[in-house]
């Protein structure tokens, strides 16, 4: 059988059983590394399919490796399952999940004749911004013997090659000490004020600083009462740069606007975190150009978004994956507009007629990606050679 055509009726029998594994997940949002639910309800239904899965792989509990097939290309599908604190899932994660394990079943199902190994890589905690779940797995050999990796994001609009910065986060602590806020002010240090301080200097920071680079931060504990000296001051911060060398020239001058913050009060500063930062993503043309036209076919629209498009510049830990093995993270449209990605209006745009739409275009547009590179020798001399 023509594998293409094989796959394609693989995921139209499939399709209530992707939409019902996409709700089933919104429905019950988990943290990162917490995605006990999301973990299991993936590595069974690709069990069901014929998949051999191991989850629990590389000591992180709620990720989860499953494979099929014996060709030649090995392609491997990242399924994110992550959630954001108070929004659910307003990024849309849920999608991501159902697309990969729809485009991992269909393309398993044609492995043979396409000549494929598909591997369906649970990756946990894209959300948290240091340390994450791809970050972790590629560093203890999970994406070792993949040739190319792929996946899906959801967003307002179709994006093939959407730009990708790096990014770090970390945590901001200063210790000061107590004291009456009125009768004895002059014995408390407060660590309340070292944070103040230090968004100042950072507010000032931006006049001199690239234009791509960004600060972003919360204060996530500031104080106990009014009227004790806050002791205890805490904020979680992320960094980004168009590339990780960027965003390690900006880190030290961010760094310094919090010591400014403990200079001038006397507080103690310790930073937390941050040694595994996001990388900015490579796309592989070929493989990004091969996903266009196939969702193209399915009625997919890429506009030209011109400005917008370079401003509006996120990160994740695929970028990390895409600078060990050729990937692809493109974006696909569920026509949430005006909300957009991390606000709780998107949440509910992720369970709607568009976002079940996007999952199964996503999922045969990645399926049918992963055939014809398989398929066209050119493509897999390429590809097989960079690991050879
Ligand atoms: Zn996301
Ligand atoms: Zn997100």
Not at 120 to 133: H, R, Y
Request: proline content about 6%.
């Amino acid at each position: 059988m023509n594998p293409r055509i094989g796959a394609q009726e693989q995921i139209k029998a499939l399709t209530a059983r992707l939409i019902g594994l996409s709700k089933r997940i919104h429905s019950k949002p988990e943290l990162g590394f917490e995605e006990e639910q999301a973990c299991q309800w993936l590595s069974e239904a690709l069990a069901d399919a014929g998949f051999s899965v191991e989850r629990g792989i590389c000591d992180l509990p709620t990720a989860f490796a499953a494979r099929a097939g014996h060709g030649p290309l090995h392609v491997a599908i990242c399924a994110e399952y992550d959630s954001l604190p108070g929004i659910g899932h307003a990024c849309g994660h849920n999608i991501i999940a159902a697309s990969a394990v729809g485009a991992g079943i269909a393309a398993a199902r044609v492995a043979d004749d396409a000549g494929l190994t598909v591997s369906l890589i649970g990756t946990p905690a894209e959300e948290v911004g240091d340390s994450s779940g791809k970050i972790l797995l590629l560093e203890r050999g999970a994406f070792a013997a993949p040739h190319i990796a792929m996946m899906v994001h959801p967003a307002p609009w179709d994006v093939v090659m959407p730009k990708i910065i790096a990014a770090s986060m970390f945590e901001v602590e200063y210790v000061g000490k107590e004291a009456h806020a009125s009768a004895f002010p002059e014995l408390g240090i407060n660590a309340a004020d070292a944070l103040t301080l230090a968004q100042a200097a950072i507010g000032l920071l931006r006049q001199h600083i690239r234009p791509s680079d960004r600060i972003h931060g919360i204060i996530t504990h500031g104080g106990e009462a009014p009227n004790i000296v806050p002791a205890r001051s805490r904020a979680k911060y992320i960094i980004r740069g168009e590339t990780v060398k960027e965003l390690e020239e900006l880190r030290p001058r961010v760094h310094k606007c919090f010591e400014a913050g403990a200079l001038a009060t006397g507080s103690k500063l310790k930073i937390i975190g941050g040694s595994k930062p996001y990388a900015e993503m490579r796309h592989d043309p070929e493989i990004a150009e091969i996903y266009r036209r196939n969702a193209e076919a399915l009625g997919r629209k890429f506009r030209d978004l011109g400005p917008l498009l370079e401003r509006a510049a996120a990160s994740t830990d695929m970028g990390n994956v895409s600078l060990a093995i050729p990937s692809i993270h493109p974006m696909i449209g569920i026509d949430s507009l005006p909300a957009v990605n991390h606000q709780p209006e998107f949440t509910q745009h992720c369970i709607s007629e568009a976002a079940n739409n996007a999952l199964v275009d996503g999922a045969m547009a990645m399926a049918m990606t992963a055939i014809d590179l398989a398929m066209d020798a050119t493509s897999l001399q390429r590809l097989t050679a960079a690991r050879a």
